[in-house]
């Protein structure tokens, strides 16, 4: 066995919806279990550890943290498991097997995976992909998100897609992103569909913020980058 759990203290829930929010494309699914996490105060209460897992130590709020946690709540029946790190190929389909015998410990009725994917469409689409028909045609029915007809979803996250990979149905929600920076925007979209999934309140206003400071900046490096060039086209051209 690879993959080992460290209880830091006993996971008292009952038919909890599980999140899972592992970095894809944007690192759209760790900020947003991250984000969540924060914003409820959920409490962590263990974590995965592993020789095949990078060493590397997070910190949040000046305390080391590592990098693949998990947090509980009861007050919204809710168990989140994000990383913060690329779980290894080699180590993929256990670290799913690991969730998903989590999910069933506690009941869970429902597995959510949240993730960033490039469809190059609507910038604040959220796509939908679950293993119950009924679930993914109900929320593209009211608007919360789009179907993806073709394409692939990759990691921890895809492999929990996996016919019977799970108990309970799986919903993998995946907002529109840019793949070259860390998008914050993006994590807000995802999060606002699974606010009202789970019927929850959720203030996203500084992922808004981020957002807006992050994309600024774009602009500015774009825009100096710009200038640069002109310059050395006018040394080059006279």
């Known amino acids: 066995m690879h993959i080992e759990y460290k209880q830091l203290k006993p ?33 962590m209460v263990g974590y995965f550890s592993s020789e095949k897992i990078p060493p590397v130590t997070a910190i949040h709020d000046y305390k080391p943290m590592p990098p693949l946690r ?32 989590m999910a069933l410990k506690v009941k869970s009725p429902l597995v959510i995976t949240l993730g960033g994917i490039s469809m190059h469409q609507d910038e604040n689409a959220v796509y939908g ?3 119950n028909e009924e679930l993914v045609a109900s929320l593209e029915k009211k608007g919360e998100i789009n179907r993806v007809k073709e394409g692939a979803t990759t990691g921890v996250a895809g ?52 957002a807006k400071i992050l994309a600024n900046a774009t602009k500015e490096a774009v825009a100096g980058a710009m200038q640069s060039k002109r310059k050395q086209m006018g040394s080059m051209y006279g």
Do not use: C, H, W
């Open 159 to 210: 492999l929990l897609l996996t016919p019977g990979m799970t108990k309970a149905p799986v919903l993998s929600l995946l907002a529109e992103t840019m793949e070259e920076q860390p998008d914050p925007k993006a994590a807000s979209n995802v999060l606002r569909v699974l606010a009202k999934l789970l019927g929850i309140k959720l203030d996203t206003a500084e992922l808004e913020a981020e």
């Open 129 to 131: 992909i679950s293993t």
């Open 11 to 43: 996971i008292d829930l009952e038919g909890a919806t599980t999140i899972v929010g592992f970095p894809t494309a944007g690192l759209v699914g760790s900020i947003a279990a991250s984000y969540l996490t924060s914003k409820l105060d959920m409490e």
């Open 70 to 101: 998990v947090y509980a709540s009861k007050k919204f029946k809710l168990l989140v498991i994000l990383s913060e790190i690329v779980t290894p190929i080699s180590i993929s389909n256990e670290m799913a097997r690991e969730i998903s015998k």
